[in-house]
């Protein structure tokens, strides 16, 4: 892409701050990523990613050497010469439910007053309908516009995403302030949806908890077609055909999570209730997905042969897959694990194996996997299991040499909670197979 006269800073270079820097430096903005992390701005001079991301370090390595992205510690000499300056802080969630917004107060505070007359303010941070005052008052001028432009980057095609989004969503109070943001997306074929700032703020919460919905909706058909002998797979092909349904977030799974969808499924419920409204549906959802974790764990003890309240004591479970989906290393809000937690809470042991696991484990990965024995393949996990459970979709998983695993277990079941494998082909190797509202 053509370099604009553009110049853009970012505050904040986590996922979203990183990819939204290095996708507008590639469409063509100059961009400067600030961070108070010295370390991670130090190794992304040098070119180190802090997180996985598919196509990501091919963009910040390219753009960087065309002098179109720079890092730096300092904000206020960062966004002193920008035009539109984004925030992409965390907003993390209180017990009640509802959004930190210190974070992004403490960003917009310490950005306020080295603002250039005219410049364009973004949240892109997910915050409850309304933040765009709490960024404007944090910010204390009058002569600067807040902006909200909401992302829909999905973890682990987070650039894909960014360079061919469905739309881009900008709500903005004054047509300059819209404008001068459009035009860091100009170079992209898509639709955008103008609109207030409450309104945009409103489509990020939106948009995810209907995602959500349509995952838990298609978990309950799934129970509903173990019960009644029906297969989710015909099913989901039958409805999903249907243009008004879509085939898209109809995959039945272990439960939905991540650092999205269950921070914004329980903020939408918070948001709507401050405002007098009980979201009932959305509760409904939230609580059809910790149902979903559950029947997970009690397919997987009674594959052990075991009834709910039995202690697992003594039972080997080969876990493969840790992430809360395949294509990150995000462990957080992770199904699998908490799955896994809960199994361990039963008195099973657990030996697990991710493709992302297999080297020396960052801080989160040893924080988070305390007590876990992480194996380095995914035959080192099943050997001398009782029972293995693919929970994170990996394309390897498809591949696996089901002969062989079934030599190395002690028992003889697997139960897939992402319908990966072909249960003809699991049964042929001389193993029990049990998924997802499967016959
Ligand atoms: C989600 C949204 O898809 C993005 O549009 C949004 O920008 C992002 O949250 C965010 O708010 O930042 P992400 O959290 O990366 O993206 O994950 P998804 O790919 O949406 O998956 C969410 C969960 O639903 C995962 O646990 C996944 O395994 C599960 N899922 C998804 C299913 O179980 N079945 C499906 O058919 C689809």
């Known amino acids: 892409m053509r370099p604009t006269d553009n110049t853009?800073?970012?505050?904040?270079?986590?996922?979203?701050?990183?990819?939204?820097?290095?996708?507008?430096?590639?469409?063509?903005?100059?961009?400067?990523?600030?961070?108070?992390?010295?370390?991670?701005?130090?190794?992304?001079?040098?070119?180190?990613?802090?997180?996985?991301?598919?196509?990501?370090?091919?963009?910040?390595?390219?753009?960087?050497?065309?002098?179109?992205?720079?890092?730096?510690?300092?904000?206020?000499?960062?966004v002193s010469g920008a035009d539109v300056v984004f925030l992409c802080v965390p907003t993390p969630q209180d017990d009640d439910g509802s959004a930190d917004l210190s974070y992004v107060e403490a960003a917009a505070a310490s950005i306020g007053p080295a603002l250039k007359t005219g410049a364009v303010v973004v949240n892109k941070s997910t915050v409850p309908v309304g933040s765009f005052h709490v960024v404007s008052d944090a910010l204390d001028r009058t002569d600067v516009d807040v902006v909200s432009n909401p992302e829909f980057l999905r973890e682990g095609t987070a650039v894909h995403d960014f360079l061919n989004p469905d739309r881009v969503v900008i709500g903005a109070e004054s047509d300059a302030a819209a404008a001068a943001v459009r035009a860091l997306y100009?170079?992209?074929?898509?639709?955008?949806?103008?609109?207030?700032?409450?309104?945009?703020?409103?489509?990020?919460?939106?948009?995810?908890?209907?995602?959500?919905?349509?995952?838990?909706?298609?978990?309950?058909?799934?129970?509903?077609?173990?019960?009644?002998?029906?297969?989710?797979?015909?099913?989901?092909?039958?409805?999903?055909?249907?243009?008004r349904i879509g085939s898209e977030f109809l995959k039945p799974g272990p439960?939905?999570?991540?650092?999205?969808?269950p921070k914004d499924s329980r903020a939408l419920v918070a948001i709507a209730a401050d405002h007098g409204y009980d979201f009932s549906l959305m509760r409904g959802v939230i609580d059809i997905n910790e149902q979903q974790y559950e029947r997970m764990v009690h397919k997987i003890i009674s594959a052990l042969g075991l009834f709910e309240?039995?202690?697992?004591?003594?039972?080997?479970?080969?876990?493969?897959?840790?992430?809360?989906?395949?294509?990150?290393?995000?462990?957080?809000?992770?199904?699998?694990?908490?799955?896994?937690?809960?199994?361990?809470?039963?008195?099973?042991?657990v030996q697990a194996y991710d493709p992302t696991t297999t080297g020396e484990l960052n801080a989160v990965q040893r924080d988070r996997l305390a007590g876990y024995e992480v194996r380095g393949t995914a035959i080192d996990a099943a050997t001398g299991a009782d029972a293995v459970v693919v929970l994170t979709e990996w394309p390897e998983f498809e591949e696996l040499d089901l002969g062989k695993i079934a030599d190395v277990m002690r028992g003889d079941t697997l139960v897939d909670c992402r319908n990966l494998l072909d249960p003809g082909e699991v049964r042929a190797a001389g193993l029990d197979y049990d998924g997802v509202g499967r016959r």
């Open 309 to 349: 309240h039995d202690r697992l004591s003594g039972r080997v479970v080969g876990a493969l897959g840790l992430t809360f989906k395949a294509g990150t290393d995000d462990l957080r809000e992770s199904p699998s694990l908490r799955i896994l937690d809960e199994l361990r809470r039963h008195g099973a042991a």
């Open 255 to 261: 439960g939905w999570g991540g650092s999205c969808f």
């Open 186 to 243: 100009e170079s992209l074929d898509t639709e955008f949806i103008l609109t207030d700032p409450a309104s945009a703020e409103t489509i990020k919460y939106a948009a995810n908890g209907f995602l959500a919905m349509k995952v838990s909706f298609v978990n309950s058909v799934a129970a509903m077609c173990e019960q009644v002998g029906a297969d989710i797979s015909s099913v989901v092909a039958g409805i999903g055909s249907d243009h």
């Open 8 to 78: 853009v800073a970012v505050v904040g270079t986590g996922y979203v701050g990183l990819t939204t820097g290095a996708c507008l430096a590639q469409l063509g903005s100059t961009v400067t990523c600030v961070d108070i992390d010295v370390d991670k701005i130090e190794r992304l001079r040098l070119g180190h990613l802090p997180i996985v991301e598919a196509g990501l370090a091919e963009i910040v390595r390219d753009m960087s050497a065309a002098g179109r992205l720079h890092f730096s510690t300092d904000p206020t000499e960062s």
